[in-house]
Every structure is written in C-alpha cells, then in structure tokens.
C-alpha cells in the first residue's frame, strides 16, 4: 500500500532574480556593447523568469582581453598558496549560499530540488575544496616540478547541471593558474550569475572569472577568438565536432566531454531490488538529461520478465511534478525543444517496433513535462538504442553471455560510462577491463566525486575532467 504525500514545496523566497542581467566582465557587471537580449523561463511554468544577454562578438572581445590582463597582471604567476585562498573562500561562500542557488537552479532547469540541493550543489562546493587544495601542490601532482599553466581558458557548457558544469571547468582552472571566460547554457543563465556576484563576494581579482551569457553563437565567437589558449566544451557531439574543426591548426587546446549511450547490464545473479534502484536512479536522475545515464538497460535473458515487472512496479511510484516539491522524483523537461526531441524519438522507437510503456502519472498542464518510459523488444539497429534521448526514456535489450554483453555494450559510437550488477567481483573485473567506457561503475550508477576522473571513448569526447587527471587540461604539459 501506498500513501499519498501532502505537497511539501520549499520556499523560494530565498531567491532575488533580477529582472535583467548584464554581463560579468573584468569584476563587474556591464551593459552589452553589440549584444541581443533573451528569457530564460521556468520550464515547470512556462514563467518568463528573466531577461540576460545574447553576448555579441564584441562582449566575447571584452571578456577575452579582461581575462588576458587578469592572467598577466597577477592570477598566472600568483603563488599557489594564494591561490587556493580565493577558491576556499568561494567554496565556503557557495556553501553559506547553497540554499539560494539549489532552489534558484531548480527553478531555472526544472530539476527536482531534491537533486540541487542533495546533489548539485554539495558537488559544487565539494569541486572547489578539492581544488583549492591542489593551487599549492602542483609541482607534486606528476606534471614535472614547474607546471605552467596555459592561460585564458573558453568554456562553455550545457544546460543539465548548470552549476556543478561550471564548477567542473572553473575550480581547476583556477586552481592551475588559468584565467576564464564561461558561457552558461542559453536556457539556464542563472546560477553562473550568482556565482560571478559570489566571485565578487570573494573579492576575486578582476578578470580571472568572466561570465558571458547568450546562445549557440556567442560560444562560437568565444571558442574562436584568437587570444584564447584552451577550450572546454561539454555538450553535444555534433557541436563538439563543430569545435574540434574550428580548433584544429590552432595553438588552442582542447578537451570536449559530449554525448553517451551508456549500458547498464544486469547479471541473473545481481542482487535484484538494488539494480532496479540503480537501473531508475541511472536513467530518472535529472530527467534523464544526463550525459552519462543508464539508458540503455542490458538484462540477462533468465531474468528479463522478473526485472521488468520489478522496475515497472517501483517506475510507477515516481512522483513527478513540481520541482519544488520536496516529494518530486521526476521534474520538468528543460525546454520545449528538448521536449520535442525526446517525443520525436519515443514515436520513432514505436514505428521501428519497440513496446512503449509509460509510468501512468498525470502530467502537469502547463510546463515541459516526460512520463518515465521504457522500451522493451528493442534491437541494436534501433534508433533508441543508438542515438541519445537526453529524456526519461530507457530501452531494453537482453543478452545470454557475459561476451555478448560486452559485444552490445561496446557497440556504440559512445563511449562515456557503463554499470555492472553482478554478485562475483570477479566477472565485474573482466568486464570493466573490457567495456569502452571512461567510467564503470559496479553495483551502483551515477556517483559522484571530485577526486575520481570522469571522461570518454571515441564520439564521448577526449580528456578528463576531475581528480589529478583533471589539472593536466589546464596545464602546459
Ligand atoms: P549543445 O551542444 O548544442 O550546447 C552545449 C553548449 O554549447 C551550450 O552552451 C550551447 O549554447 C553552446 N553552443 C551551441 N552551439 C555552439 C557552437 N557552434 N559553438 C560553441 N558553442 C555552442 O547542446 P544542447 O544543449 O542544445 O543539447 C542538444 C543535445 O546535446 C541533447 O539532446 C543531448 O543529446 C546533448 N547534450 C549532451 C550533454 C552532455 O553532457 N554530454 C549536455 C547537453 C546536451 P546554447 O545553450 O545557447 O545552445
């Protein structure tokens, strides 16, 4: 039996968003010179929210020449000690303010709050700690006695994990002796603009952080620029290809993380009521928009009817609604377009011949809003099980050996993470040793940390973000 929760919506008095926003450009926020403007909106509402800047060519001009003289006028050869006083001061800051901007975050992105603020935002202040703690040891960190760093840095993120992106490309180029210019996803502007006032909270020297708002252009314009030394793309593989082609010939350097595919493959020996906890949290989590999600779900052939109906039972106790609310497991889609995509799949997985079935939730009747679904009868030339729904939609394959597991699994131009759900540590072993995947996890999915590296394989992009490995991106090595 189960009982119905009494809405229990968090406050969202805690947040001031302002009716517009300028761009944070050498420690203040200014005007746009040749900029458009555009709303970012509440995509559990439709809410107009606020207004912010499309960064014209000459806001990017801006940007890259405050970051070059904050790099050469101090932040490059500032010792690391230094340093590393700044990032502590804005990991506390972010900590004192986690609150506001897990709340603000949810409102921007349609995240459950649950995950901002139990998950975001604890790994955002989390990112920063940690490198803060490297700016002073760098000369130990296995990149030779004097590692420089290399500049100014161009990113540019997406709009899943707002924040956490940020704090993934800002705190270890920091920490390296970098200076940056970051463009927020168009759709979810917000929480990077209260980190640059926290930057300025932190009486962060001018300069070193520049956030500039816009659209798809503005990123092109940044990552072009001639004055910048390194690029950091998340984001999709298609505009990642576009930015490894724009890059190549030049003395920029590069590291994309872009899309994922990944397999979640389930042993008939796997403890059964623990993978489907980790077969909903690998594809649920954040919508399902997530680079490294569990979306395509493996099951050994024995077991394939018991699992499901397991997984559809505890699916259908999702509650999905309000992103405030406190109860809410599955929020609200990110955008109109986004939604449009995860439908335009879903309808082609149903016209190639997979079985849809969907948690039978209302859906609110304003806001951008995904039942959780599930394909089975899926085959690999499917479009489903090839291409990225960035929704709460997984497809369902079965397999009969551990060898043909890996032969599907690897069996994607992916190559970003996988989960094994097994009971012998042995046959997890074999498998991580053979599966394409920058991340496998074992008996768990989607965790965390900022010690431990986190990167693809073929079309999931090149180099690591995270951990010692993630200082090498920023460092002339
Ligand atoms: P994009 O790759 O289009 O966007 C990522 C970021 O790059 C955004 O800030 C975007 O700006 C910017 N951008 C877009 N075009 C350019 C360009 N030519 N040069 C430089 N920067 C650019 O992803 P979307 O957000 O549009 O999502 C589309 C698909 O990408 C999703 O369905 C999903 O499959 C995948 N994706 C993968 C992610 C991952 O983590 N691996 C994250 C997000 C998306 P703007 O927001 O204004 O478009």
Known sequence: MTFEYAPAPESTSIVDIRPSYGLFIDGEFRDSIDGDTIKTINPATEEVLSEVVAAGPRDVAAAVEAARRAYQTGWGTMPGTERAKYLYRIARIIQERSRELAVLETIDNGKPIRESRDVDLPLVAAHFFYYAGWADKLSYAGFGPHPRPLGVAAQVIPWNFPLLMLAWKIAPALACGNTVVLKPAETTPLTALVFAEICQQAD??????????????????????????????????????????????????????????????????????????????????????????????????????????????????????????????????????????????????????????????????????????????????????????????????????????????????????????????????????????????????????????????????????????????????
């Open 204 to 477: 962060l020297p001018p300069g070193v952080v520049n956030i500039i708002t816009g659209a798809g252009e503005t990123g092109r314009h940044l990552v072009e620029h001639p004055d910048v030394d390194k690029i950091a793309f998340t984001g999709s593989t298609e505009v990642g290809r576009q930015i490894a082609r724009a890059a190549a010939g030049t003395r920029k350097r590069l590291t994309l993380e872009l899309g994922g595919k990944a397999a979640n493959i389930v042993f008939d020996d796997a403890p059964l009521d623990q993978a489907v906890e980790g077969i909903v949290n690998g594809i649920f989590f954040n919508q399902g928009h997530v680079c490294c999600a569990g979306s395509r779900l493996l099951v050994q052939e024995s077991i394939h009817d018991e699992l499901l109906t397991a997984l559809k039972r505890r699916i259908s106790l999702l509650r999905l609604g309000d992103p405030l609310d406190k109860n809410t497991d599955i929020g609200a889609i990110n955008s109109a377009a986004q939604l449009e995509r995860i439908r335009a799949l879903s309808e082609i997985g149903e016209l190639e011949g997979a079985e849809r079935w969907s948690a039978p939730c209302p859906l609110p009747d304003r806001g951008f809003w995904f039942p959780p679904t599930v394909f089975t009868g899926v085959s690999q030339a499917h479009r489903i099980a090839r291409e990225e729904i960035f929704g709460p939609v997984l497809s369902v394959l079965t397999f009969r050996t551990p060898e043909e597991a890996v032969a599907k699994a690897n069996n994607t131009p992916y190559g970003l993470s996988a989960g094994i759900w097994t009971e012998k540590g042995s046959r997890i072993l074999w498998m991580a040793d053979r599966l394409r995947a920058g991340v496998v996890w074992a008996n768990t999915f989607n965790k965390f940390d900022p010690s431990s590296p986190f990167g693809g394989y073929k079309e999931s992009g090149y180099g690591r973000e995270g951990g010692r490995h993630g200082l090498e991106a920023y460092l002339a090595v």
